[in-house]
């Protein structure tokens, strides 16, 4: 089986104007009936995104939803696993700690309308409801021209397009039962937008090590030796390897709670894994702002993998 960007979930860039971020955790009460379920949402999902589409085609509705470890585990005992489905395990590093938290089931919805990621979610629920429950909703929105709540532009370096399939979707010579699937690491973070917000510019930019408004790149010696676009790469053997990561911001304002949704699509978790042991081993400097709350690794089934579940032949 090849790649196909067809026989995939949406697991490229495209943040969205509105977004909703859903972990759940499973019941556990009884197997079977969740199992069903879950394959009945596994036929329905892909069908309810479609009606969406023709509903309110301007919306631009994107859905990719999977499994945690211990979910896949739970539900399919005698199936083939995705090699690199694990428990995510916690990065400690000498001031910060890349936490693990629960997650049995994870959906992420985008649109440019937040009524439509309603929309969607609510049909989805009727569906899951009955046999989870939530471990973290959160509602993200599009910041002023795209940027992170932090003011940079945020992704600049991310593969766009088609190119993305080549970055997230996993191919046959990494694991041939589950070509066109992705992994996908979730993790929010608060942040200390008054500490954040009371430095310099030029600090900000040294921080991240890219001007703030028009998003080049800082020469090396202008950059904090931790900021964010040095501690975040990947260079294992001489070479820069990519995933693609979404920063969706979310607040609740009056409650003075700020953060970073953040969603990273591989297929290879090992990337992603490294970027993260290098921000929080090299104490990434924006990290001294922003606080990790949540982290754990999701499978993202291709077309294909969903359709053996319906099928129950997982």
Known sequence: ????????????????ESVIFTTLMLKRENQSEEKDAIAEFSDMSNSILNSMRIRDPEAQAHVAWGFGSDAWDYLF??????????PFKEIKGPK?????????????????????????????????????????????FRYFEGR??????????????IESMDYTLIDEQQ?????????AFAQKYTHNMEAWNSLKTEDQEKAIGRHKFSDRELDDDEKLP???????????????HKIVRMNVPYSDPA???????????????????????????KSDRLLDFSTPITGNLFFIPSKDTLDKIVEGEY
């Not at 005992?77 to 694990?86: G, I, M, Q, R, T």
């Not at 938290?101 to 609510?122: N, Q, W």
């Not at 931790?226 to 820069?240: L, P, Y």
């Open 1 to 16: 089986m090849t790649i196909d960007i067809k026989r995939a979930q949406d697991v490229y860039k495209d943040a969205g």
């Open 77 to 86: 005992p005698n199936a083939p696993k995705p090699k690199e489905l694990a």
């Open 96 to 140: 910060y700690t890349a936490v693990s938290t629960p997650g049995d089931l994870f959906i992420h919805v985008r649109a440019s309308k937040m009524s439509v990621c309603y929309e969607i979610i609510d049909q989805f629920m009727g569906i899951l409801r009955p046999i989870t429950t939530v471990e973290d909703e959160t509602h993200g």
């Open 148 to 161: 992170a709540i932090v003011g940079f532009i945020d992704g600049t370096e991310n593969p766009a397009g």
């Open 175 to 183: 694991d041939p039962e589950f070509v066109n699937g992705s992994y």
């Open 226 to 240: 931790n900021a964010h676009n040095i501690a975040s790469k990947d260079e294992e053997g001489g070479v820069e």
């Open 255 to 281: 409650k003075d709670i700020t953060g970073t949704y953040f969603i990273g699509y591989s297929k290879d978790f090992a990337i992603t894994n490294r970027m993260l042991t290098n921000m929080f081993t």
